[in-house]
């Protein structure tokens, strides 16, 4: 299977932004998917989870702002972010483990701008 991630771009503190993570195959409903991000020169961290079940598990720090929601039909993933801050800078990657090989998108860039 391969991701592509997209969506990312430059917005103002405060703001909005979807991502989105479209799938190559429809087995994809099998696996749980995941955004993570990266901010340069840290590691990977995850953000969030929706297994292929549809329940969804957030990253502490960022409860409350984030939203992930899947489409099967579509192969899609999605994550919502609201309330953004600068601190939210960061390639954000979506990934899931197919026959345990991780497998990433590309990243897409978010900036929030104070």
């Known amino acids: 299977v391969q991701l592509q991630a997209f969506g990312g771009g430059l917005v103002r503190a405060g703001g909005s932004l979807r991502l989105s993570c479209a799938a190559s195959r429809s087995s994809f409903r099998f696996n749980d998917v995941h955004w993570y991000r990266q901010v340069s020169g840290k590691q990977r961290e995850l953000v969030a989870t929706?297994?292929?079940?549809?329940?969804?598990n957030y990253a502490d720090s960022l409860k409350g702002r984030l939203t992930i929601s899947r489409d099967n039909i579509k192969k899609t993933v999605d994550l919502q972010m609201s309330s953004l801050r600068p601190e939210d800078t960061a390639v954000y990657y979506c990934?899931?483990?197919?026959?345990?090989?991780?497998?990433w998108g590309q990243g897409t860039l978010v900036t929030v701008s104070s």
């Open positions: 990934n899931v483990v197919y026959r345990g090989i991780p497998i």
């Open positions: 929706v297994t292929r079940d549809g329940i969804t």
